[in-house]
């Protein structure tokens, strides 16, 4: 379920707020766009048009980019048919801009990088208004001081009260429309997806739950990097399939352990990846830009690689891959720190961020269940507050077999959705986690619950949690809602 939906309403008033705008906008311009300034600047601003509405159409194929999307045609079409109806759109700049914009679409669209589609689209918009703005000054002087040569007096305070306060009203149109951009217009890696979560939070069997997804419907792979002062071996994703298969639930990493695994896939043409950082110690509380500086300095000192490289680097696999093997001393020495920087980095990265909810916490909500929750929000509403609203979030319960018997409720029911109803409700008794609604308001921020095997009832004693043990299996439930938000 998305936390609030009353973004909705705020996002279509901004879309309606940028059309009522240009439509003010070219009607109090009209005499601007009467003249001919030449075949250059009409070739300019006919390819700015038509790049941007070719990028628009691009930016409605992906939902978090599909606002900006519907805002440009929004904003861009009335200047289409007012350009056309005044002689002043040329057919050779629009068709260079379409081009333009469609190779950038097809960029976007087969590598599934919306962000760079919204980065170029912002920045030609940005020019597209300045060129706007500099022509209309341009041509405001020029008939006005053609005015008052006529009368022989070659001086500008003879312009009219009522011109230039039209002007100042044109300049404020285009501050506003600046402002309308930046809060409709972005869009994101939407191939890239991070899960985050404490221990015992139910990473591992959710992960083993996507790998079946991603190798038996998105034609996928995984790539682990495994550090383990005890048996690396076990936390080898094939070694945990078999552990389950056997009855048995894979273990807990110890604090020293560091995993981190990566599948990678395409769903129809598009790549998609999902990345897990499974870690038994409680390192990543401090996520702060200038705490993330000091980490990759002192990296960088230790292993004598420039701090640019360092940044840039950490965050691939491959990379950190490469520190092991190659300061294998070094590596062990900091490898909280490598992990820190490691997880700053797939934040940064990621256009998707799962935040994973232990479901035991609800079970035992009324005990330190509820105290848990409130330190666990907290940490959750700081990341969305420093990573920002151009990120989707989803903060995932996991193990809600504990809290309700799912064996006769179906994944699509109304019954499943008023789990996750109830769920919210009983957050929102949670101050910290009110702020990550309040977030929701720009931020696209979404509840689910899930159990990776809803075979299992809840149990009570010490005697039914062996039993659960020697029964789990991955039968999941509601993990495709997961699917969808994420892929």
């Not at 009209?30 to 790049?51: A, E, H, N, Q, T």
């Not at 069997?205 to 419907?217: D, G, M, P, T």
Request: net charge neutral; glycine share 6%.
């Amino acid at each position: 379920m998305e936390i609030n939906k009353t973004r909705t309403i705020f996002e279509f008033v901004l879309i309606l707020s940028g059309t009522l705008l240009t439509l003010i906008f070219l009607s109090i311009s009209k005499l601007y766009w009467i003249l001919d300034p030449g075949w250059f600047i009409k070739l300019v601003l006919s390819f700015f048009i038509g790049s941007v509405v070719s990028g628009a159409v691009g930016m409605l194929i992906e939902a978090r980019s599909r606002v900006g999307g519907i805002f440009l045609l929004a904003v861009f079409l009335p200047f289409a048919y007012s350009f056309s109806t005044n002689g002043f759109l040329r057919i050779d700049g629009i068709v260079l801009g379409l081009a333009q914009g469609g190779y950038l679409t097809y960029y976007s669209v087969v590598n599934n990088r919306f962000d760079r589609l919204a980065q170029y689209l912002r920045r030609l918009i940005k020019i597209f208004l300045v060129f706007i703005l500099l022509y209309l000054l341009i041509q405001f002087i020029s008939i006005n001081v053609a005015m008052d040569l006529s009368k022989g007096i070659p001086q500008f305070g003879l312009i009219s009260s009522s011109e230039s306060f039209k002007v100042v009203v044109l300049i404020g149109i285009i501050c506003a429309v600046c402002f309308l951009l930046m809060k409709t217009v972005y869009g994101i890696r939407a191939y890239d997806v991070f899960i985050y979560g404490p221990s015992r939070s139910g990473k591992t069997l959710l992960l083993l739950a996507f790998y079946n997804h991603f190798i038996n419907y998105l034609k996928g792979h995984e790539e682990e990097f495994i550090m383990s002062d005890t048996n690396d071996e076990r936390l080898k994703i094939e070694n945990m399939l078999v552990e389950i298969e056997s009855g048995r639930l894979p273990k807990s990493n110890l604090r020293t352990d560091l995993a981190i695994y990566l599948l990678s896939g395409k769903k129809n043409f598009k790549p998609v990846s999902m990345t897990l950082v499974d870690y038994g110690g409680e390192h990543t509380r401090d996520f702060k830009p200038a705490h993330f500086k000091d980490i990759v300095e002192e990296l960088s000192k230790r292993f004598n690689i420039l701090e640019q490289i360092m940044e840039q680097n950490i965050g691939n696999i491959g990379y950190i891959t490469n520190l092991r093997d190659n300061y294998r001393d070094d590596f062990a020495a900091s490898v909280d720190k490598v992990t820190f920087a490691h997880i700053y980095k797939r934040f940064e990265r990621a256009g998707k961020i799962l935040f994973l909810v232990d479901g035991d916490h609800v079970v035992s909500y009324n005990d330190d269940g509820k105290n848990e929750l409130i330190k666990l929000f907290g940490h959750y509403s700081k990341i969305i507050k420093l990573y920002g609203s151009e990120k989707s979030y989803a903060i995932v319960v996991t193990k809600i077999d504990q809290y309700r018997d799912l064996s006769p409720i179906l994944e699509d029911s109304p019954e499943a959705k008023e789990i996750e109803l109830n769920l919210y409700n009983l957050f929102c008794e949670i101050p910290t986690f009110k702020e990550i609604v309040n977030m929701a308001y720009q931020a696209h921020i979404h509840l689910y619950t899930i159990s990776v095997d809803a075979t299992m009832r809840p149990i009570n004693t010490a005697e039914e949690t062996e039993v659960k043990r020697k029964t789990l299996k991955i039968n999941p439930w509601r993990v495709e809602e997961i699917e969808h938000f994420s892929l």
